[in-house]
């Protein structure tokens, strides 16, 4: 090998070692890209399957009738208590009125049952009163004619014993007067003795007769003093009866109290059937619950609304949120308050910050209308998916308002 050689090779082998270090430089650029691309990616957790959410406000019509008039179009905003829909108020005007009269009907009865309790306690308290006294009246005119009785029968006895003596003293006269005749005509006493029998004859007759004037007069006071007596324990039966009569006052009493509170209670309802008149007046007039956006108007003027009929939706576009539908592998490391990174399609992109507010307690499947059964048939593993709930942070561009149903793609920080 010639001297010529030697510098060809000494260059080539400086070449070879350079390229060697280039190699590895790269290899060291390539490791390095590699594992800050695997630390960037391992600590996020991304999903297309993701919209934005929010509230749909259902409007609908709380009673029913003819519509006057709709101060909306679809796509309006409005704001909470806006006046949207004004049903015929007629109908329910005259109810108000009846129920307005009713009440006042039924507070005048009340009144008037109030007023009956102080009236009947009186009146019930005078009827006791009364016959309590009418049967102690009654009980002193008994034993008044008691003690009449008995000073009647007390006296006919001496009357009666009176008059048998008068009979027996008159009949002796009247048997003397016989035999004094018998004499008189043989001449065997004197006129003067005849003229004594005669004289004892007669005043025998009016002593047996004022006897038995005495007796009959006697008979007529007791007569009189037993139907004084009778009449007077008629008094006290009739008394007793009032008195038992009585002792159903206090129960009248307490019918007059129940009446006052079932009045009471017919205002109390008589009140809230006016309330309730109120209430559906006021319902003719449909606002608005929420601001946000009109949608889904059903509703046109002349239309005839049932209650409860849905008529128009609002979304308030102040209160949305990102639900996202993330595979249950990618949950693992996935808590609430940790921060995400929203892009949204319908904008080329743009982003918008967010945090995750909860996961789901059940995966999507389990909440559908008719969840799956593996038991059922054959098993096929699918990775399931959990709705995460995703709030926005930060204001909303006016110039980029978002709507619920626009598709997005979070990604969720999860270190």
Known sequence: MTEQDHPQRSAGRQGIGKARWILVAVALVAAVVVFWLWRYYSVRESTDDAQIDGHINPVAARVGGTVLAVHVRDNQEVKAGSLLVKIDPRDYEVALERARAEVAAAEAAASAAGTAIPVT???????VSGAQALLASAEARVAVASREVDGARARFGPLQARLREAEALHSRATQDLERMKQLIDKDRISRQQYDA???????????RDAAAAMVTEAEKGLASAEARLEQARAGVAEAHAAVQATRAAPEQVTIAKSQSLSAQARVLQARAALDRAQLDLEYTDVRAPVTGIIGMKKVEIGQVVQREQPLMAIVPLDDIWVTANFKETQLRNMRPGQSVEISID??????YRGRVESIAAATGARFSLLPPENATGNFVKVVQRIPVKILLEGGHDPARLLRPGMSVVPTVLTK
């Open 121 to 127: 306690a009186i009146t019930t308290s005078s009827q």
């Open 197 to 207: 029998a005669v004289a004892a004859a007669d005043a025998s007759r009016a002593a």
């Open 346 to 351: 319908a904008y080329g992109g743009s982003k």
